[in-house]
């Protein structure tokens, strides 16, 4: 982990809860980078902009594609029923 060469002030709120998350024998600037690292993993926008722009166009046109099926198979149905 880092070295921390500079202090930042938090609330006791804040402190309690670093001190909740701390692992035994973990320092602050330990435990903050460790769950930061841990926050950032999961954020949702992470995956946004990893596909191609071929790839975009594929998904959208199999995306309307299968809409338009849906569509036909509706319509055949409620002809069948008429």
Do not use: C, P
């Amino acid at each position: 982990m880092g070295v921390a060469d500079e202090q930042i002030r938090v609330s006791e709120t804040v402190k309690r809860t670093i001190d909740r998350h701390r692992r035994e024998g973990e320092s602050y600037n330990d435990a903050l980078e460790r769950l930061l690292a841990d926050e950032s993993a999961g954020d949702f926008a992470d995956g946004f902009g990893r596909w191609s722009a071929d790839e975009v166009d594929r998904v959208r046109e199999g995306r309307r594609s299968a809409k338009e099926r849906r569509k036909r198979r509706m319509r055949e149905r409620v002809d069948d029923t008429a």
